[in-house]
């Protein structure tokens, strides 16, 4: 089985995440980048499926020279290759951007089902991985917290507000994760050795097929008017528990009309 | 003025909240018109509907809408955009109907914005981002515009609109079909609102202890009318489940109370609640950062403060 799953470099959300004030993108030289978190899951579950069922696992990222640590990070949990899809004229795409840069270099490299994380810490729009099976014309079963594959069938648990919803579908397909399908591994020193020596095949816009009037901030389908940092909020009421911490809480609810 | 579509959020027959929230702001951008996809549309959702706004209802609710993922209500969509060339859609920025604003923003080549707090007349959305921290307006540059609008943003006002109906009828593709689902599996939780529509919220984290102790969460929550909800140790540990996590990776609300007890106010559980408007925090640790959001705090042991306020709480009503 042909596996790709979808990896994206974020801001670590421990520093102060910034955007640019001349294009009013995201600014990835302020922070850390790091993997997305839920891509660590995507990883994973891509990983035990080639484990139960055989094939190859290949990482796919898009996004400047610095995501090439991602990629790393992903070889080192043990994918057998990457893909970067790297280029300026990708800088500033949106999620409509995205999804079609991603859906064509899919079209190009094949495969039987793709794996993504189902929101990034950046963006956090959650919307890719249908976006994707929209664009490739593919199953979407997304916000899975179980995946099941038997021969060309493909069966997940997916997450609702009532509880989940069981969808099957047959491959190739997409598929989305959430955090609790799994405990992704840490690499080991010799998975981060090895990682070293995987292929990691960069590709630009026209060795994808990519249209590049359809990528990049200017030709993005929403931009950004304006953005401000946050007020802070006004500082509060802070009481030490006398043993009547409780009612005194019930005065501040009762004083905002809560009760 | 022009039309507004609203995809219609329901449960069970029952018009959700956020929907409410939606008429009242597409009322401020055009005339608004909501769209119910899937079972359930009855007498009593075409009255609230109407109430709060809706000047037509387009009923599409045929089984085969509901039975797939997500596809066959974007096709419903585009097929209502490209009929009634709608000014704007609007829909409700949970999971799924962000994932439906997504497909049908490629099928109508239309600009998609995702968890808006605001939309002003001139379609500029307000977004906030990385946790709070930053404000942002955006706008959809290409087709039309497609809006996904955090719950709880809006506050809600009735003003009655003609609620006048009109069956779609929809032929969902193949192609829209290929992810079926085969069982909806409900877990029980009651009868407390839905954690990301309700206005007050009582979350518990590490310093509750147990899972046995949550009790105590859901006895607060419970004299408040309140969710309840949890953070990530609280569902990393199998304390709650993970559905009632706040957060970076769990839900985002913006409640009109948020109570956090136990919670050390880690900057990725902050991320999903710090546009509540009012903040409590009980915490034995004063130096817990939770405090600096906090406009009302306790420093005190939770399994004493919480159940003196749930008992306080009963007492006043
Ligand atoms: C990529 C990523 C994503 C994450 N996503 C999320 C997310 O979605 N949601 C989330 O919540 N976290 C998330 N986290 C985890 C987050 O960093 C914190 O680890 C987590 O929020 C801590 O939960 P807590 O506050 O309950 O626990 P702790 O940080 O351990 O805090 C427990 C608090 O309880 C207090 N306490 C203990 N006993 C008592 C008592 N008897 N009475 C009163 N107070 C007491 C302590 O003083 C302490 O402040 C994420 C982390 C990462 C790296
Ligand atoms: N630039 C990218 N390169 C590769 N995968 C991506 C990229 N952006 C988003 N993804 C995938 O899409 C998922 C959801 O991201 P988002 O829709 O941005 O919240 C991520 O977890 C990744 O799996």
């Known amino acids: 089985m042909n596996i790709v799953v979808c990896v994206k470099q974020v801001p670590d959300t421990a520093t102060e995440r910034k955007l640019r004030s001349d294009d009013k993108t995201l600014d990835r030289d302020a922070a850390d980048g790091v993997i997305n978190e839920l891509c660590e899951y995507a990883v994973e579950e891509a990983l035990r499926l080639k484990e139960a069922h055989g094939g190859e696992v290949t990482v796919l990222t898009m996004g400047p020279d610095k995501a090439s640590d991602t990629i790393r990070k992903a070889l080192a949990m043990g994918a057998d290759k990457a893909v970067h899809l790297v280029d300026d004229a990708l800088h500033g795409s949106d999620a409509l951007g995205t999804s079609y840069a991603l859906a064509q270099t899919l079209k190009k490299i094949g495969f039987d089902l793709v794996v993504l994380g189902s929101e990034s810490t950046d963006a956090r729009t959650g919307v890719l991985a249908a976006m994707l099976a929209e664009r490739l014309g593919v199953p979407q079963l997304t916000f899975a917290n179980k995946v099941e594959i038997d021969g060309g069938s493909i069966a997940v648990q997916r997450v609702t507000d009532y509880g989940y919803d069981r969808v099957e579908a047959s491959l190739p397909a997409v598929v989305s994760v959430v955090e609790k399908i799994n405990e992704p591994r840490y690499p080991s020193f010799k998975g981060i050795m090895a990682a070293k020596k995987k292929s990691v095949e960069k590709l630009g816009v026209a060795d994808a097929e990519i249209d590049a009037s359809q990528v990049g901030l200017a030709n993005s389908w929403s931009e950004v008017t304006d953005f401000a940092a946050a007020p802070p909020r006004a500082a509060g009421t802070i009481v030490k528990d006398e043993g009547d911490g409780g009612v005194k809480a019930a005065d501040f609810l009762a004083s905002k009309k809560f009760v | ?317």
Do not use: C
């Not at chain 2, 005339?31 to 809706?54: C, I, M, Q, T």
């Not at chain 2, 009923?59 to 009634?84: G, I, T």
């Open chain 2, 1 to 317: 003025m022009s039309e507004i579509l609203v995809l219609v959020e329901h449960v069970e027959g029952q018009v959700k909240k956020v929907t409410l929230e939606l008429l009242t702001l597409a009322r401020k951008l055009g005339v608004p018109s909501a769209v119910w996809a899937g079972p359930g549309y009855s007498p009593e959702a075409k009255a609230k509907l109407a109430e709060y706004g809706a000047e037509k209802i387009y009923v599409a609710d045929s089984a085969d809408v509901n039975d797939y993922v997500v596809a066959p209500k974007a096709e419903l969509l585009a097929q209502l955009v490209s009929e009634k060339s709608p000014a704007a859609v609007l829909v409700a920025a949970t999971a799924e109907a962000k994932e439906i604003a997504g497909r049908l923003a490629i099928k109508i080549d239309s600009g998609v914005l995702t968890d808006a707090v605001g939309i002003e007349e001139s379609l500029v959305a307000d977004q906030s981002i990385f946790g709070g921290g930053v404000n942002v307006r955006s706008r959809v540059t290409k087709g039309t515009p497609i809006v996904a609008v955090r719950p709880n943003s809006t506050p809600v006002e009735a003003a009655a609109g003609a609620g006048a109906e009109e069956q779609v009828s929809v032929t969902v593709s193949d192609a829209a079909k290929a992810a079926r689902i085969v069982e909806r599996v409900k877990q029980e939780k009651g009868a407390r609102p839905e954690l990301t529509e309700a206005a007050i919220v009582v979350s518990g984290g590490r310093g509750v202890g147990s899972a046995e102790n949550f009790s105590i969460i859901e006895k607060l929550a419970d004299s408040l009318g309140a969710a309840v909800g949890a953070s990530r140790a609280a569902t990393d540990a199998g304390w709650y489940p993970h559905q009632f996590q706040v957060g970076q990776t769990g839900k985002t609300v913006s409640p009109q109370l948020y109570i956090a007890a136990g919670i050390s106010g880690a900057i990725q559980h902050r991320a999903g609640m710090q546009t509540a408007k009012t903040i409590v925090a009980v915490n034995k640790d004063p130096e817990a950062p939770i405090f600096e959001l906090a406009d009302f705090g306790v420093v005190g042991d939770l399994n004493q403060v919480v159940p003196q306020l749930t008992e306080e709480v009963a007492k006043r009503k």
